[in-house]
């Protein structure tokens, strides 16, 4: 997945999310493999992966069936949109004061510059 620079910041590419985004899911362990392999680049920038990803990567262990269940799909859609999740990216002023901003599971942190 790509990055755009611009004078405004970083952000993802959408041409490359688009395609994420319409993936399908996996319909056998070489094709959870696949997917996690893409994926797996991804897991530095996203808070829990390894728990989000688990109901997929338990499928290809060995001697487990393949199942792919509504926990499995929901994770699923839960990690494209974790992954095409259009984040812009910019420096911080630190000369300038600023407020941070945090949710819960600092999926999201907001800055945002006192004038």
């Known amino acids: 997945m790509g990055h755009v620079v611009s004078k405004e910041g970083i952000a993802v590419d959408l041409e490359k999310t688009r395609a994420i ?18 994926t797996g680049y991804y897991k530095r920038f996203i808070r829990n992966f390894s728990q989000i990803t688990y109901p997929i990567t338990s499928l290809h262990r060995k001697g487990k069936k393949f199942e792919w269940t509504e926990e499995s799909e929901a994770n699923f859609e839960q ?14 002023a630190l000369d300038k004061e600023f ?7 600092f999926a999201t942190v907001l800055v945002i510059h006192v004038p």
């Not at 990690?79 to 911080?92: D, F, P």
Request: charged share 20%.
């Open 21 to 38: 985004m319409e993936w399908v899911a996996p319909r056998n362990v070489d094709e959870v493999r696949s997917l996690m392999g893409l």
């Open 79 to 92: 990690l494209k949109e974790l992954l095409t999740h259009v984040a812009m990216l910019k420096i911080v």
């Open 99 to 105: 407020v941070v901003y945090v949710t819960q599971h």
